[in-house]
């Protein structure tokens, strides 16, 4: 079997691990031998007790683990701290978001090593490795916005002042959804359970039907210009939720309807790490979650769910282990799901999305 290493995550406010002590211990027990780098659990709530424990082998830094490893599996792409332990031996298996990223992809390719992307892993039409952290990021966007709104000074811009259920004698806060694949879908529910009034567009019939059997409180259009550029004039938050696979996602809302929005309404684009649905909007992360643009909050934080780590980090887990121990017993070949999910390999980009 291949080592397996898993490094500590390097990006601000990142507080996921890739792979619980429990799924080390599974792996252990099969024969694998793992290596992580310590405290890399920590803030998901798994020290390196728990992993020592598990059977795992504690790296002291990441030069060790990137030494010893060959499989390394993370949870975030690797940023400039990371890359430069990586070599061409090693397979890398995470988030990566390359369409979005050209600096990176080109990196990958000069590092000549194999790159396969949880995001682009797909079962039939489903996405088992993007799914569970969609539905999160779905969740967390609305749960962070309805702080932003509020009417004190945020990160140094101020929200409208709306509570998105309202009150008493008071109108309901006005969310509009674009998509409604796994991340808009838990976005929408979880604005309509506080009560706001949801508007969703997406271009899938089925997709609108399903959405808006959810609740009383949900209305579901077809995203024709008009009718985009209605609903934002009187739009409280907006979410951005639109994914192709692999590839950079449409811009749907200009700079002009942005500008059309009201005063100190929030934008959240969940969709940012593949480029983003909104032309105004860019990535952001933790440090710095929002800025102001055309009198609107936006917030593109491009690892939503790392805030909540210990949440994050089980449901990941649960989803990877599979996937990581068909690589580890060497049967990539044997997986199509894998295959196709290869975005990089001995220096060339061969996903099609990437092309």
Known sequence: MLKLGIPKETKVMEGRVSLLPSAVAE???????????????LLSGYDNLSYGDAGAIICASPEALYEE????VKVKEPITTDLQYLRREHQLFCYLHLAANPCLLEQLQNIGLRAIAFETVE????????????????????????????GHTVYGTAGRGVLLGG???????????LGAGT?????????????????????????????????????ALHPSRQALTKTLTNTD????????PGAVAPTLITREMVHAMPKGSVIVDISIDQGGCIETMRATD???????????????????????PRTASAALSTALLPYVTTLLKGRLEQCPALVKAINVDEGATVHPALM
């Open 183 to 219: 991340a808009g879908t838990f976005a929408i529910m979880e604005a309509a359970a506080l009560g706001a009034n949801v508007t969703v567009f997406d271009i899938n019939p089925q997709a609108l039907k399903r959405v808006r059997a959810i609740a009383a409180n949900i209305t």
């Open 286 to 308: 933790y440090s710095a979650p929002t800025y102001l643009d055309e009198g609107v909050i936006h917030a593109g934080v491009t690892n939503l769910p790392g805030s909540v």
């Open 69 to 72: 490893a060959e499989l390394i």
């Open 123 to 150: 079962e039939g039409k489903q996405l088992p490795l993007l799914s569970p952290m969609s539905e999160i990021a779905g969740r967390v966007a609305v749960q962070s916005a309805s702080y932003w709104l509020q």
């Open 167 to 177: 009150a008493t004698a008071t109108e309901r806060g006005h969310v509009t959804v």
């Open 237 to 244: 938050l907006l979410i951005g939720a639109v994914l192709i």
């Open 27 to 41: 792996i252990v027990d099969k024969g694998g031998e793992v290596f992580i780098e310590s405290n890399a659990g």
